[in-house]
């Protein structure tokens, strides 16, 4: 096996773009959009494309459908440079498609399939060997569907930190009726923590980012970065605070600018570099993301991206 730089684990599907459309579609029998075109989608996967696109080696982890969708998935990894070896294909499951309806705001809403691909991993679906071979894990989104089993969540960063590897996460609004104290435990094994300012409030019942921050560090986590959207970001740990603004952006379509952001992130604190860097380097990604429709449109390379920050 080459060396794996990231796991990249959650959801994997197909995204269906479409818009910009407002509220008059209801009352056309027909509307027309310059372009329908299936492309990534799920955390997890727009993670591990982005991540490839910036240089580095990840895999994904994953549940898709042993059918045509699921071959195209296949497909995109072949093409895109990220290993599929356990992505987990399941002749008994569909590949779960999402619709993204595109307000002419650039701000989306999702429709999506939910079938036996959309429950949680369990705790033997998951090869920690391989997870304890990677420089980096990213668990894509706590309390996304594939991941809101606590005992899961919890074993892979165990695994994870008993080898070594450096641990992220991103997370999605809990709408199970979880709490911060289903995942307690786990969050003392992260390094890096990347909620947007709407979930941490959810998690930490607080309104000030820097009272969120302060809050999830007291839970042990290394490293708190707080998305701030067309503010940028905000990160803290015990000894240090940037505030760090985002770069202006033609933005059409900000479907999965989160995912970019936290690509970005990983990208830059596997390249080395320090932790405000880090912060800049991924909303240069998340600025850059949203000048395209589709989740991962709008970022192809590293240079890109460096070109990118020049020029704003």
Do not use: W
Not at 11 to 40: N, R, Y
Not at 277 to 283: H, I, L, Q, V
Not at 303 to 308: D, K, L, N, S
Request: charged share 25%.
């Amino acid at each position: 096996m080459d060396r794996i730089d990231v796991v990249c684990i959650g959801v994997v599907l197909i995204d269906l773009p479409l818009g910009p459309l407002d509220e008059g579609i209801f009352h056309e029998e027909t509307t027309m959009v310059p372009t329908i075109c299936l492309t990534t989608g799920g955390d997890a996967f727009n993670e591990a494309v982005i991540l490839a696109r910036l240089g580095k080696r990840p895999a994904l982890m994953g549940h898709i459908g042993m059918d045509m969708l699921g071959d195209i998935i296949v497909k995109r990894c072949k093409e895109e440079g990220v290993d599929y070896s356990r992505l987990r294909r399941d002749s008994q499951a569909e590949t779960r498609i999402n619709v993204v309806v595109i307000g002419k705001d650039g701000q989306r809403h999702f429709v999506k399939t939910q079938n036996a691909g959309s429950k949680s991993f369990r705790v033997d679906e998951i090869d920690y060997g391989f997870i304890g071979k990677a420089a980096a894990v990213s668990l894509a989104s706590i309390f996304c569907s594939k991941l809101r089993d606590s005992e899961t969540i919890l074993k892979i960063l165990k695994t994870a930190k008993e080898s070594k590897v450096v641990t992220f996460a991103d997370m999605v609004p809990m709408t199970g009726g979880e709490s911060i104290n289903d995942i307690a435990e786990a969050l003392t094994y992260l390094d890096f923590f990347l909620p947007n300012q709407e979930e941490a409030a959810m998690l930490t019942g607080l309104q000030n980012p820097d009272e969120m921050a302060d809050c999830l560090l007291q839970y042990g986590i290394k490293n708190v970065i707080i998305k701030l959207g067309k503010e940028g970001c905000l990160i803290k740990n015990r000894q240090e605070r940037y505030q760090i603004p985002a770069f202006p952006a033609d933005a059409v379509d900000t479907t999965g600018a989160g995912d970019n952001f936290a690509a970005g992130f990983i990208t830059a604190v596997l390249d080395g570099m320090e932790l405000e860097a880090c912060g800049t380097f991924a909303n240069a990604v998340a600025a850059a993301s949203t000048e395209s429709v589709g989740a991962v449109g709008g970022v192809k390379s590293k240079p890109q991206v460096e070109a990118y920050f020049d020029k704003k």
